[in-house]
């Protein structure tokens, strides 16, 4: 079951030893419309000649965000997923239609605080699992509200 308030941002602290995580919601006001799409490929190793072929402009708000009606987007405020390449300041996009799964990074309810963490699936048990060293793991029960699944991040480059 999935929760509709976004309304406000919550502070996640899931024991005394971990760092808090804050995920702050993004109205989708923020995310450009529409940018220039290039038709090339840019090597991440070494470096080829530059073409100005282009295609046509890419609505970056309809490319990340499949379900408009039940998505949203967050801020991370905390390091817990830095091993699932999600880092302090980036946006997620959270999609509450994506059905959850094993292997999918989630947003969750937990005793009434969000948290983000990977789900897995366990000796028959599901756990919310961070992917940073000294964060714990977290049992899937009656305290526990999976949000929304995690489809796409976004981080602005210093």
């Not at 890419?58 to 039940?70: M, N, R």
């Not at 961070?130 to 976004?154: C, K, M, N, Q, S």
Request: net charge negative.
């Amino acid at each position: 079951m999935y929760s509709t308030n976004r309304n406000h941002p919550v502070v996640v602290a899931l024991n005394r030893f971990e760092e808090v995580l804050r995920l702050h919601d993004v109205p989708f006001e923020l995310v450009p419309c529409e940018v220039p799409f290039f038709l090339v490929h840019t090597q991440a190793g070494f470096p080829s000649p530059a073409q100005d072929d282009m295609q046509e402009p890419i609505d970056l708000g309809a490319w990340l965000v499949e379900h408009p009606a039940a998505s949203y987007i967050m801020r991370v405020d905390g390091r817990s997923m830095s091993g699932a390449g999600i880092s302090d300041g980036d946006m997620i996009v959270v999609n509450r239609a994506r059905k959850p799964k094993a292997g999918s990074i989630v947003v969750a309810l937990v005793h009434g605080d969000r948290t983000l963490k990977r789900l897995r699936y366990v000796d028959g048990r599901h756990w919310l699992v961070p992917e940073a060293e000294g964060f714990a793991d977290i049992l899937v029960d009656e305290h526990v509200e999976i949000w929304g699944t995690v489809v796409g991040v976004a981080r602005k480059m210093a």
